[in-house]
């Protein structure tokens, strides 16, 4: 090997190297999640399942604090349910689990088969989203306008059967919430779609630490059944797009399959208006392509599972007791403080390892603050911290006395710093093209070597038209990921829409640039 | 009708009249649940999925503090799973839901039906309980002594295929906790056991209010593939025992299935020893059923999902803005209070509905306090406080100054009355048979038009052969609830036992009384 070799890296690959293959290493490494021998289904793991918690957390009280609360709906959705709405079922029929029996009895070579005494007479959907089944119930629950908005919410699994998964990213069982609202106005219903939008654009940049693009996804790109569907989108390291949340304005087609009819103030016999939304462990994804580096995971303190990690080093056996009691003290005292909602969790680790092995583990994992004590910092009164957000030998001494106090103060100027440079990145790789040969440049691979390596974000001018949609679609995989809304706090792309120009495609006129990418 | 009449309640029927209607009865007054159009699912519904939240959150502090971590695995089980241990395949696979294709089709009388190109190659079966699959995820985590104890809780939808279903105490589908936990010894297997069932102890008695008796099962009522089975069982109002909450000690059975293995200190390879326990929207009506009168739901203010309600009385305009300013005054004050592990949480009812409407609503849906001001309790700076667990019609007042104060101080009397309460009620009904004739006679309805009232507990001698408990199963319809344990707080039950008796069948000689009830 040659001396220029750039440093080892904890993983490896690296991101340049390979980014799909970094990824899954960088998931085992922090022991986030594995695959399980269901096809397509992941196992979450403890840590990975940690961050999860800490999403369902802070949305869950936002979606409170925006007047929803939480229910529960069926596993299972009949197959004439899914059946009531044309798009919808052309949407999902095609991907879906089908429970067909109640019972195995033993075949005939040994083992159990499904028991044909026991087939269903109407076979079962694992519900990929549940529009239909709470849309059944919504009809019972609305009778008078005094019933609505009707604000609900359910923290759920889903199947949607897929042939390509990566954990986190697309699996055929995810974790997600989805919202679904009732309301007496097309106006209200669409008040709700934005305000759940800007809910998830919120946390995506305040806690996940990702800026994102939010706006109205095209025809091609709605959800079965909606009359718009809003997303917002993120730009992964890898310069790909990953759609991160969506909010439905469903009309009144699932009110029409379902039934869901009021009785206005002036007793007159209304159709309901109603909107869906959701997110799910796709997020956990989201933010591991957004922070992490060629050492590992990096996490947002917000939603971290611990935000320090504390050990001892020994020198000889004399030093070892009172190592050990500063640890417990400073654990407890930083413990004591908050950090956003809730109190500053820190792990000790104690385990008869080398102090190298700790500190890898540990970066690979990502949590914000490590702190080692030694018999030096013992008779000096302070401890090495080290942040996971500068290099991995980057220390900075601190007194025992100011530590717990301190704690927050980094936290935050972490959670800041992470965003600043996901922002800074994106806005780097986002470039407002005009002419299609440009476009088609931006697109193509920079090198054979790194084909997972793509452009960017494209702001460009798009006619509407769905032919010139579906041509860029076919030539670069490259899709239309939204039609950028006005007041995105701090991104750049906001400032540049809204002008007229020609579609990048067929040269029409156009009104606006839109967001092009590949995506996840 | 006569005079003599008793004054009318507002659930009809009352549980004198017939216990089980009256169960649903309350399920749908207070709003908790409801049926589903999928065949035994049921749909939760908002009052009552707090009610779970509540329960969720409690529980889900109790196992963090005693060391274990959440998980999420698949939702599906591959059959091949399920056969590997005998008595649990036997245990579970008449009554599990099964997953046979991929994708539908259009059939050819129009319609989807399951596509015959996309049936799977080996059957999934939808998790009725997940030993097998977290078993071979934990085959994999599990190297050495060092990774045990391994302690993994999941929350989660279950699905077993159930014929008679009813609201929270029988459903196809359920959601439940599992937790699944690895151990190097049998000693250290079976202490986990006996915590996570004193867990499930303590919160019966110190959060639903609901005494318990715990103790092993006997072996005809194991879990399917458990060494031991220990349950919590409570006396509902009906005088039938209902399981509350299970801990297993599994033995190496479902290592040998599953492959958990791990070195030993010495560096031999050793299979590992396993539990598992669990508790599930059951609860919810165990609590129901525990508390609630023929007026509604009585709800422990523990897990209330709101501790009292707000509304205001108007006599004419005058008074109008400084009541609802008094009211929001008051809500606020009230809400900066804390009552066990949570803020004090506030509803104000200002809808446009009669006094008496909203007495009775709130009576139904269990509120602890329910709160009255009007244009005299203003003039008099005090508020009519009414409690759910005295009269519908007593009402105190209480100053305004003094009332927000006084909120935690009502509601921990109230917490401990209902459990006081049911604890009476459970001694009562618990008896010492030592002959036959007199066992049958307790065990048999007094009378013909009220057969859902039942016994009540039997503490009664059994020599502990399956032949005397089949004899009483198919006798009576009473079963061994478990052979109760020493220490349970306060329950006269456990000061009558270990004591030299004759079997109330076969008057063969026995070392204990154990717990004879029917149950749901």
């Not at 949340?245 to 002036?266: C, E, M, P, V, W």
């Not at 792990?347 to 583990?361: A, C, H, V």
Request: glycine letters at 6%.
């Amino acid at each position: 090997m040659s001396k220029a070799q750039p440093p080892k890296s904890a993983i490896s690959p690296t991101r340049a190297e390979d980014y799909a293959e970094w990824y899954q290493q960088v998931v085992r490494a922090a022991d986030l999640a594995e695959t399980s021998p269901v096809r397509g289904c992941m196992v979450i793991k403890p840590w990975g399942y940690a961050i999860w918690e800490n999403i369902q957390r802070v949305l869950d009280g936002m979606f409170k604090a925006t007047g929803h609360k939480n229910a529960y709906f069926p596993l299972f959705i009949p197959k004439s349910f899914l059946e009531k709405e044309a798009e919808h079922v052309e949407g999902f029929a095609k991907e879906c689990a089908v429970v067909t029996h109640h019972r195995l009895v033993a075949g005939k070579n040994g083992g159990l088969v499904p028991d044909p005494e026991a087939e269903l007479e109407e076979p079962l959907i694992v519900r990929p989203t549940s529009e239909t089944i709470i849309g059944a119930a919504f009809a019972q629950w609305v009778q008078s306008y005094r019933d609505l908005p009707l604000l609900i919410n359910q923290w759920a699994n889903v199947v949607r059967w897929e042939l390509r998964t990566r954990l986190f990213l697309r699996t055929a069982e995810f974790l997600w919430q989805e919202g679904h609202t009732v309301h007496a106005t097309a106006e209200d219903a669409r008040e709700e779609t934005l305000r759940m939008l800007g809910v998830y654009s919120t946390f995506a940049e305040q806690y996940l630490a990702m800026p994102v693009i939010r706006g109205p996804k095209t025809a091609s790109e709605r959800f079965p059944g909606a009359v718009d569907t809003y997303s917002i989108e993120a730009l992964m390291q890898d310069r790909k797009a990953l759609q991160a949340g969506t909010s439905h304005f469903l009309g009144q087609n699932f009110s029409k399959a379902s039934g869901i009819r009021f009785l206005d103030a002036a007793g007159q016999q209304q159709l309901a208006w109603t909107t869906s939304w959701g997110v799910s462990t796709r997020l956990v994804g989201g933010l591991i392509m957004t922070h992490s580096d060629d050492d590992g995971l990096v996490l947002p303190p917000r939603l971290a599972p611990a935000h320090a990690v504390l050990w001892p080093v020994f020198r000889g056996d004399d030093t070892r007791a009172p190592i050990l009691e500063a640890i417990e003290k400073l654990a407890q005292a930083m413990r004591a403080e908050r950090f956003g909602d809730r109190a500053v969790e820190v792990e000790t680790d104690l385990r008869d390892i080398s102090g190298g092995d700790k500190q890898w583990e540990w970066i690979k994992k990502g949590i914000p603050l490590r702190i080692e004590i030694g018999p030096r910092d013992l008779a000096s009164g302070s401890a090495m911290v080290m942040r996971r957000d500068r290099g991995p030998k980057e220390k900075e001494s601190i007194p025992f006395a100011e530590l717990p106090k301190r704690i927050p103060e980094l936290l935050e100027s972490m959670q800041r710093g992470l965003f600043e440079k996901a922002l800074a990145f994106r806005d780097e790789q986002t470039h407002a093209i005009d002419d299609r040969q440009s476009f088609d440049r931006f697109f193509t691979p920079k090198s054979a070597d790194k084909p997972e390596i793509h452009g960017g974000l494209a702001l460009s001018h798009w006619c509407g038209r769905a032919e010139c949609e579906t041509a860029i679609k076919d030539a670069l995989k490259v899709t239309v990921r939204c039609i950028p809304l006005h007041g995105i706090d701090g991104a750049k792309a906001a400032e540049r829409l809204k002008e007229p120009g020609a579609c990048i495609v067929c040269r029409e006129p156009s009104q606006e640039r839109v967001v092009f990418a590949k995506s996840y």
